[in-house]
């Protein structure tokens, strides 16, 4: 039964890695799977490509559930570091009113400077619709009356 399975190793590898993205994890997974295979005695019948793709993938599942829930606290500084720009009183409101922002929006917000609306949508698998409306929104909260909606269709 096993050197049925071994004739396959590297493409029961390669699915691994596709699986977790991490080839030390997928070795590890691979090997996993020689184990759980054996010791389950499954039939020779039973052994098809999408049978140990699925086995792969469970146990993938099974080390992620295993794994602690790491904070993000760790990978971040959070030590206060000494401000040394001045803001005036519009760039306080502004900031102030951005604070009162969903979280979410907020984050639009942040990724909108540095990408384009169509690259958000991609990214993060959300409607691009939802993304225009909800930064447009926001700025509109935040700038006020100031807000010049960037609207190319009638430039």
Not at 75 to 94: N, P, Q
Request: hydrophobic share 35%; with cysteine.
């Amino acid at each position: 039964m096993l050197e049925h399975l071994a004739k396959k190793d590297k493409l029961w590898r390669q699915t691994a890695f596709n699986i977790c993205k991490c080839k030390d994890l997928a070795d590890e997974l691979t090997n996993l799977m020689y184990l759980r295979i054996y010791n389950y005695n499954t039939p020779i019948e039973k052994l098809t490509e999408n049978y140990v793709c699925w086995v792969i993938y469970n146990l993938f599942r099974d080390h992620c559930k295993k794994q602690p829930h790491i904070s993000l606290d760790k990978f971040y500084d959070v030590a206060d570091e000494e401000v040394t720009d001045t803001f005036s009183d519009e760039d306080l409101e502004i900031l102030s009113k951005a604070k009162e922002l969903k979280w979410w929006e907020q984050q639009l917000l942040v990724h909108s400077y540095d990408k384009s609306l169509r690259q958000i949508e991609k990214e993060f698998n959300i409607n691009y619709q939802f993304v225009r409306r909800h930064t447009n929104q926001a700025r509109k909260y935040i700038l006020g009356e100031n807000y010049k909606k960037d609207d190319k269709r009638t430039a």
